[in-house]
């Protein structure tokens, strides 16, 4: 069974992470950058299409094993507006 130790996160309170956590506060902060940068450089037509893909693939049990990161990646990196458009890219 593997450790596990609490790291105070400023403004969060605690997290559990496995030993070898020990940058939590360096990754906390960093993927929160990434997280607030992205946020940021949305437009409103690729959230709207964002949230459409993940609720259309959330309703048919199928929004997991890295299915929000395809979705990510083709709205943003390949202009996908539609669910057909989606499910015609590569994986």
């Known amino acids: 069974m593997p450790a596990f130790i609490s790291c105070p996160i400023p403004r969060s309170g605690k997290i559990r992470l496995g030993i070898g956590g020990c940058v939590a506060d360096r990754l906390f902060v960093n993927k929160t950058w990434k997280v607030e ?26 929004l ?10 083709a709205v943003l990196g390949r202009g996908v507006s539609t669910i057909d458009e989606f499910e015609g890219q590569p994986a």
Do not use: V
């Not at 940068?37 to 048919?60: C, D, G, M, N």
């Open 37 to 62: 940068r992205l946020r940021a450089s949305l437009t409103p037509e690729q959230r709207e299409t964002i949230l459409a893909l993940k609720r259309h693939y959330y309703a048919e049990g199928r």
């Open 64 to 73: 997991r094993d890295g299915m929000s990161h395809r979705i990510y990646t």
